[in-house]
């Protein structure tokens, strides 16, 4: 299993920008597709966005799609989500997490919990005035 741990956590007004980082740790980055998720009090964690490996695709839920976007460094063993627009049904823990398969693409499934068996310890993002 890989180690990932998250930062850049924040309170942001609504309509502001918000920057993620998830460190990976414990193997080769590129190995792994990567996905952001995030829980909302009294919430299911849901699927934010997904990066595949190597190839950049990546995908998104439609609430953030347009919003926000998802990259890797994979020489610095990191994956962002940069954040714009915030709206305040965007609070929540965000967690990154690593799909075990290692052919590095999001599954067809990737926004279920069940595809990832590492995860970070999250980082708490509140949007409001």
């Known amino acids: 299993q890989v180690q990932l741990v998250e930062s850049g956590g924040n309170l942001v007004q609504p309509g502001g920008s918000l920057g993620l980082s998830c460190a990976v740790s414990?193997?080769?980055?590129?190995?792994?597709?990567i996905a952001w998720f995030r829980q909302a009090p009294g919430k299911d964690r849901e699927g934010v966005s997904c990066?595949?490996?190597?190839?950049?695709?990546?995908f998104y839920a439609d609430s953030v799609k347009g919003r926000f976007t998802i990259s890797r460094d994979n020489a610095k063993n990191t994956v962002y989500l940069l954040m714009n627009s915030l709206k305040p049904e965007d609070t929540g823990v965000y967690y990154c997490a690593a799909d075990p398969l290692l052919v590095g693409l999001c599954r067809s499934g990737w926004h279920r919990q069940d595809a990832y068996d590492s995860w970070g310890q999250g980082t708490q993002v509140t949007v409001s005035l």
């Open positions: 990066s595949d490996g190597s190839d950049g695709n990546s």
């Open positions: 414990g193997s080769t980055l590129s190995y792994y597709a």
